[in-house]
């Protein structure tokens, strides 16, 4: 199975950027879709955007056009390019295979704090 790690969050004000990245230490990663989730505060755990092994992308309503989600399989990486960063952006960000999904396997994530 695939381990992934998260980097890149940070403090950062309204209206500011981030790029998280998500590395793996290689194996299956070029056959897996991957999805950056998040979770807030009191919230529960949602998908933000999904990349798959064709490079489709899908994005959740409230990252729509803001957010971008990029892979290239070469560098084991996935990237999460956030811009126009807003306080409900506020959260852990996770990213995860589906396989990891249906296991539960969820990393340490990386948390991003947009301030106003």
């Known amino acids: 199975q695939v381990q992934l790690v998260e980097s890149g969050g940070g403090l950062v004000q309204a209206g500011g950027s981030l790029r998280l990245s998500c590395s793996s230490s290689?194996?299956?990663?070029?056959?897996?879709?991957i999805g950056w989730y998040r979770q807030a505060p009191g919230k529960e755990r949602e998908v933000v955007a999904v990349?798959?092994?064709?490079?489709?992308?899908n994005y959740a309503e409230s990252v729509r056009g803001r957010f971008t989600i990029s892979r290239d399989n070469a560098k084991n990486t996935v990237w999460l390019q956030m811009r126009n960063l807003e306080p409900a952006d506020t959260g852990v960000y996770f990213c995860?295979?589906?396989?990891?999904?249906?296991?539960?396997?969820w990393g340490q994530g990386t948390q991003v704090t947009v301030s106003s």
């Open positions: 995860i295979t589906p396989d990891g999904v249906h296991l539960g396997s």
């Open positions: 290689g194996g299956t990663f070029s056959i897996n879709q």
């Open positions: 990349i798959g092994t064709d490079h489709r992308t």
